[in-house]
């Protein structure tokens, strides 16, 4: 895959997963992507430390917290390079549902430093804001790039994505959560703690 397609698709993911899954599609070029697994579906396993539903991809599982449910199906209708997703089905009380999605494209590995300049030019192209990279992140062992930002679609609402190369893939996984700061930490502490690569 070319240099030039992942900083794409990473801005593409950052939009798709901030926008409600009715909201317009994003005007970003189009990313190539693994086609979205067939088995990305919730298993009837529930997770060790989550308790939720587990999410079988392509090259990993996701265990969702407690309360939330698969809505990978959903996410897909209005974003079809989504490749698993889930919803808080507990957070019924404004129009935003705190969610997660992953996106994963065929990518030969570059230094995660090599993506911060380039990701925080499409975050900033697309609007975001308050964007901050916090050091030290990890999905099941393998060091990640984690981001954080404020998309103007999402009112506030905080964008916080990990994106981590394995077996010549990019893993981009998108939590999307109106929490303060504190407890949106701690929401993607329990998502991510819910990873494994498969």
């Known amino acids: 895959m070319h240099a030039h397609r992942w900083p794409a698709l990473i801005a ?6 901030c926008t409600a899954p009715s909201g317009p599609a994003t005007s970003l070029p189009p990313a190539t ?3 979205p ?4 579906t919730a298993s009837a396993s529930v997770g060790p430390s989550t308790g939720g539903p587990v999410l079988a991809g392509s090259g990993y599982t996701l265990s969702l917290p407690n309360g939330w449910v698969d809505a990978t199906d959903h996410l897909r209708r209005s974003q079809p390079q989504v490749d698993t997703g889930g919803t808080d089905s507990n957070d019924r009380k404004d129009d935003f549902v705190d969610r997660v999605s992953v ?12 993506l911060t300049p380039q990701l925080e030019a499409q975050l900033e192209a697309a609007g975001s804001t308050d964007i901050e990279f916090k050091p030290g992140a990890q999905l099941d062992g393998r060091p990640s790039l984690q981001v954080w930002s ?19 893939a990019l893993f981009v996984l998108t939590i999307t959560t109106d929490h303060r700061s504190a407890k949106a930490a701690d929401l ?3 998502i991510t703690g819910g990873w494994a690569w498969a």
Do not use: M
């Open 150 to 168: 404020i998309a103007k679609a999402t009112r506030e609402a905080h964008t916080i994505q990990f994106l981590a190369f394995n077996r010549g």
């Open 103 to 114: 996106v994963v494209t065929t990518s030969a590995q570059v230094s995660l430093d090599a």
């Open 33 to 35: 992507s693994v086609p």
């Open 37 to 40: 697994s067939a088995a990305a």
């Open 188 to 190: 993607a502490a329990q």
């Open 12 to 17: 593409l993911a950052v939009v798709s997963a």
